[in-house]
């Protein structure tokens, strides 16, 4: 059988990129990166800084950045930031660069996982809930334009969610790969 690309996770906020990540990398004996660390190891300061002194915008020219160095390296699970799709280079870069996997979560649980994060800035101001359903709207054909597959986390533990993934994109790497 072929050795899995590198695997790249995409999805909104609060689908649980980072737990899985961690999680899959070790699974499959991968060093793993999240990319919105990476940013704040980078910068010696947290996202909610960075987007109020450089705004949105700044801190979207450095994930584009911090995502180009990622998927240079060999064998590795990537979890992205939930608004790293919002550019075609990310995306493009994305698809490129392994097998990307949508992590499709629920708004209700979204709301239920970033209840008392206050290190989300989009999501500092306003209606939560509206401002999630907004987000989502807008992402989620992205997203599904950039994934090789999908994968459902809500009311699903994260160990359940690796071994989809890891059949899965088994499955895509050797088509005669026949686990149930």
């Known amino acids: ?25 070790a699974e499959l004996s991968r060093e793993f990166y ?10 010696g300061a947290d996202i909610p800084w960075i987007f109020d002194v450089e705004g949105e915008a700044g801190f979207r020219d450095r ?3 911090m995502i ?25 870069v994305l698809r490129e660069s392994g097998t ?8 209700e649980q979204q709301l239920r996982r970033t209840a008392k994060d206050r290190n989300r800035p989009l999501l500092q101001r306003g209606d939560r809930e509206q401002l999630l359903r907004d987000m ?12 090789d597959v999908v994968v459902r986390t809500d009311r699903r533990g ?12 088994t499955r895509l790497v ?6 149930a």
Do not use: W
């Not at 690309?5 to 909104?12: M, T, V």
């Not at 999240?34 to 910068?43: L, P, Y």
């Not at 994260?158 to 994109?169: G, H, L, M, S, T």
């Open 136 to 147: 989502f709207a807008l992402r989620d054909p992205l997203y599904r334009a950039t994934a």
């Open 63 to 65: 994930e584009t950045q």
């Open 68 to 92: 180009r160095e990622l998927t240079r390296r060999e064998g590795v699970v990537i979890a992205t930031g939930g608004g790293a799709v919002l550019r075609e280079e990310n995306r493009r």
């Open 1 to 25: 059988m072929q050795a899995l690309p590198n695997l790249i996770l995409i999805g909104p906020m609060g689908a649980g990129k980072s737990t899985i990540g961690r999680l899959l990398a």
């Open 174 to 179: 050797d088509p005669l790969q026949c686990k």
């Open 100 to 107: 990307v996997i949508y992590l499709l979560t629920t708004v």
């Open 34 to 43: 999240d990319s919105d660390h990476e940013i704040q190891a980078r910068c």
């Open 158 to 169: 994260p160990r359940a969610v690796v071994n989809e993934i890891v059949r899965r994109v």
